[in-house]
């Protein structure tokens, strides 16, 4: 029986001086795939926010040098929607209502109700309609260039 002992004792030492530094490597390995798993979370959360169709290059006209919101002037306090003057709008930088939506972050169903006064943009989408008042045609073309958006 002793002999029987020391050669399970032996062979438990040996079978664990092979385990244990698989053992760390396992753990290495379950710590890169959790990091990894973090990043993929955080590029789908950013692919949702850009498939949406948000402009995210018309924001610097909102906020300062350091990402801090400027103070609303007068014109963007006094912004108030009115349906004819978002079609007007749509139609001087000769947009669709499709490209007009990626522009605004929003569906292009959604545009049709504003310009058919079913509904009311919320605040944020007023903002939003205001920076894009203030565009040309060529900028609104190529920030739609900017977010892949097909300008049919």
């Known amino acids: 029986m002793a002999l029987n002992e020391k050669i399970a004792r032996i062979s438990r030492r040996e079978c664990r001086s092979l385990i244990d530094p698989l053992k760390v490597q396992i753990a290495a390995l379950r710590k890169a795939v959790s990091e990894m798993k973090q990043e993929r979370d955080g590029l789908k959360r ?39 003057r978002l079609r007007q709008l749509r139609e001087r930088l000769e947009l669709s209502r499709r490209e ?13 109700k504003w310009e058919s006064k079913k509904a009311v943009p919320r605040e ?29």
Do not use: C, Y
Request: aromatic share 6%; glycine share 8%; hydrophobic share 40%.
């Open 100 to 112: 007009f939506a990626v522009l605004v972050g929003s569906g292009e169903n959604t545009v049709w």
């Open 46 to 84: 950013q692919l949702a926010t850009v498939s949406k169709g948000t402009v995210r290059s018309a924001q610097p006209r909102l906020q300062g040098n350091q990402g801090e919101a400027l103070p609303k002037s007068a014109d963007e306090k006094k912004f108030r929607f009115a349906a004819s």
């Open 124 to 152: 944020v989408f007023m903002q939003k309609i205001a920076i894009v008042s203030g565009l040309n045609k060529r900028t609104a073309r190529q920030l739609l260039e900017q977010h892949g958006a097909s300008t049919e």
